[in-house]
C-alpha cells in the first residue's frame, strides 16, 4: 500500500512540475518533457541530466533524482548508474552508501562497465551489513520495476 501512495505522490508531483516546466519551456527541452512524459527512458534519461547539470534548465537535483528513477525503473543502465552517483555524493539527497550500491548493481547486471567498477569501489568502503543492506534495497527496487511494468498491462486503456 505504501508504494502504491509513494508511486501516486511522484506522479502528482510530476504533473505539477510539468506543468510549470511547459509553461515555461521554449525549443527542444519540450519534446524530451514531452516524450519523457510518454514513458520514454532514454528521454527521462536526459531531462536527468540536463537538470543535473543546468544544461539549458535551472539546475534542480529533485527533478534529476525524479527523471533518473523513472529511467532506472524501467531497466535503464545509465540511469541506474546515475541513481548510485546522486546516493554515493549525496546530491539534494543524504549520502546512503547502501542506495548507491543498490543502483550500481543494478546497473552491474546490465553489464554497464562504469556500474560494475562504482559497485567494486563502494564494496571497499562498505561492511557485511551495509551491502546486505544494499541487496535488501535491490529486492525492493526490482519490486518496484515489476510492479511498474504490470502496470500498463492491468490498465483499462
Known amino acids: 500500500m505504501t508504494l502504491i501512495r509513494n508511486l501516486l505522490l511522484l506522479v502528482v508531483f510530476m504533473v505539477f512540475s510539468l506543468t510549470r516546466v511547459y509553461a515555461e519551456t521554449p525549443g527542444p527541452i519540450r519534446w524530451y518533457l514531452q516524450s519523457a512524459e510518454q514513458g520514454y527512458a532514454s528521454s527521462q534519461f536526459q531531462l536527468g541530466q540536463m537538470y543535473l547539470t543546468g544544461e539549458g534548465v535551472e539546475q534542480d537535483f529533485d527533478q534529476a533524482r525524479l527523471w533518473f528513477r523513472l529511467a532506472a525503473l524501467q531497466d535503464y543502465p545509465a540511469a541506474q ?46 561492511d557485511a551489513d551495509q551491502i546486505a543492506a ?10 518496484e520495476m515489476a510492479g511498474s511494468a504490470a502496470r500498463p498491462l492491468l490498465s483499462d486503456d
Do not use: P, T
Not at 543494478?106 to 562497465?113: D, I, P, S, T, Y
Not at 544494499?134 to 519490486?143: F, S
Open 134 to 143: 544494499a541487496y535488501w534495497q535491490v529486492k525492493l527496487i526490482w519490486k
Open 81 to 126: 548508474f546515475e541513481m548510485g552517483e546522486i546516493f554515493r555524493l549525496g546530491s539534494g539527497v543524504a549520502i546512503d552508501h547502501a542506495q548507491a550500491y543498490a543502483w550500481y548493481h543494478l546497473a552491474a547486471l546490465n553489464k554497464l562497465v562504469a556500474g560494475m567498477e562504482a559497485r567494486r569501489r563502494m564494496s571497499g568502503v562498505m
